[in-house]
């Protein structure tokens, strides 16, 4: 099938060349100029595992091309709408300045199918209502037919999510009556949908799922609200091990036992970030609102609170092992909001490196793939790329983004390059005895100083307490 992709950036320029390395013939539009020489070029923009390869595949072939004029879709059997929707200026909820743009332009071009059937899917993320009132727009005109398929991607993951789902979700106007626009995307996704059965589903294929506009809409919200939920729980949960000398890796592991829980997103830690979940968290609790439902979200507030009082405990750590943050040197191991990114908006991590700054620490920067968007983000930042280099004459050291090099650091070798060998483990990912055992002054989000059991005193009551009432408003 023609295809084309409207808004290559990071979830477009992803869904353009998978829809390509299934074969379809694609076209992406953008209006950044930059961007689309970038990827005609077959170079990436972004740093994403799989994507350069598939970008190559699909310009060798002449299977996926781009373009800034929208003249050339025309023609495509399929348009997906692959626009950004970020967080407003001016308040929680999401902007779709873009969006509105791009179907206005879109549905310019379309009469020149003359009727012959479209199909327009829109993949971005989304308030409630929104696709209902573009289809009023785009249905306007014989022929059209407009589907929301929201996607599902993990940064670090996308073009195994995109070619490999665990779920595909269709929104239409009416579940009981649609047929032929249906049957345009399963033509899309057919070697998705028909594909081998994979080991981790004995049940057979990949699921489709067929539902109202609105349900859909919701689906990939909610989704993001209910794992920013699960990572703030365990941070909280983390809070409540500072405050009694716990471990809150003892606490996490059990959790994640339970089959009912599952041991994903509870690893404590300084917090969520990126350009999904705190964004759409926000827009979800201003979509309710707007509804007349706010109070039905109204816990993702705490949620989004509980995130950033960790970003804000970090600085407060360093300043209780350094004694005064003014002239001490830091090193920060990580610029990325997460690892096998190179993606630093809403980075955790610089949120505490400019309070660092503003504290008048004197802050150095190290990240496999992020340092240039980092820069960019952060007036004055001093950036070193190698990591032995950032570590030399450090007085602290916090590990912000759990890539594996940072991870699998030698504590005795990193030592030596070091002033003074303390560190502030931000993702408990590192062994608290392997380190301090190598001489360094250990500390850790929701993990004691060193082993310890509560003495039977009224420590333990205001605890209890706080559990019953964090279960009574669950």
């Given amino acids: 099938m023609k295809i084309s992709v409207i808004g290559v950036g990071y979830l477009g320029a992803v869904h353009a060349a998978s829809m390509a390395e299934l074969g379809h013939e694609v076209i992406g539009l953008d209006v950044d100029l930059r961007r689309l020489e970038r990827l005609s070029a077959g170079e990436s923009p972004f740093h994403e595992p799989g994507f350069p390869e598939i970008l190559r595949r699909g310009l060798a072939t002449g299977r996926l091309r781009f373009t800034a004029d929208i003249d050339e879709l025309a023609d495509a059997d399929v348009h997906f709408l692959g626009l950004g929707t970020p967080q407003r200026a001016d308040g929680f909820g999401a902007d779709l300045t873009a969006l509105d743009a791009a179907v206005g332009s879109l549905a310019a071009v379309l009469p020149a199918r003359a009727g012959v059937s479209t199909l327009v899917v829109g993949k971005s993320t989304v308030p409630t209502g929104t ?19 929201p996607e599902f991607l993990r940064e670090g993951f996308a ?31 057919a070697q998705i949908l028909d594909g081998p059965d994979r080991p981790d589903r004995p049940e057979g294929g990949v699921p489709r799922l067929v539902m109202g506009y609105e349900a859909a809409e919701l689906v ?20 409540l091990c500072e405050a009694t000398g716990a471990d809150v890796t003892d606490i996490s592991r059990a959790l994640g036992m339970d089959d009912r829980i599952g041991n994903k997103f509870l690893r404590a830690g300084v917090g969520f970030g990126g350009g999904c979940l705190p964004k759409d968290i926000r827009a979800f609790i201003a979509s309710a609102e707007d509804l007349g439902a706010g109070q039905a979200l109204g816990f993702l507030r705490e949620v989004d609170a509980i995130n950033q009082r960790r970003r804000v405990r970090v600085v407060d750590l360093a300043r209780e092992m350094l004694g005064t943050l003014r002239g001490r040197r830091i090193t920060v191991l990580g610029a990325a909001f997460k690892p096998d990114s190179d993606d630093v908006r809403d980075s955790p991590a610089l949120e505490v490196v400019s ?13 496999p793939e992020a340092l240039e968007n980092a820069r960019r983000r952060v007036e004055g930042l001093a950036a070193v790329q190698d990591t032995a280099e950032a570590l030399q004459d450090a ?31 931000g993702r408990t990912v590192l062994t608290p005895s392997e380190w301090r055992a190598a001489g360094w002054e250990f500390q850790a989000l929701g993990r004691p100083d060193a082993p310890t059991t509560l003495p039977a005193d009224d420590r333990s009551v205001p605890v209890a307490d706080a559990l019953i009432d964090a279960a009574a408003q669950a």
């Fill in 355 to 367: 309070r660092l700054m503003a504290a008048g620490a004197h802050v150095t920067v190290t990240d």
């Fill in 220 to 239: 990939k919200v909610s989704a993001n609200a209910f794992l920013a939920t699960k990572i703030s729980f365990i941070n909280a949960m983390a809070e």
């Fill in 395 to 425: 007085e602290l050291v916090l590990l912000l983004t759990e890539w594996r090099e940072y991870r699998d650091l030698d504590p005795i070798a990193a030592a030596q390059l070091v002033s003074t060998p303390r560190i502030i483990d």
């Fill in 159 to 189: 073009v195994r999510d995109t070619l490999e789902p665990d779920r595909i979700v269709y929104g239409v106007r009416d579940p009981e009556v649609a047929g032929p626009e249906i049957a345009m995307l399963d033509a899309v996704y």
């Fill in 131 to 149: 696709a209902r009132r573009l289809a009023g727009r785009l249905e306007q005109i014989d022929g059209v037919h407009l589907l929301w398929n």
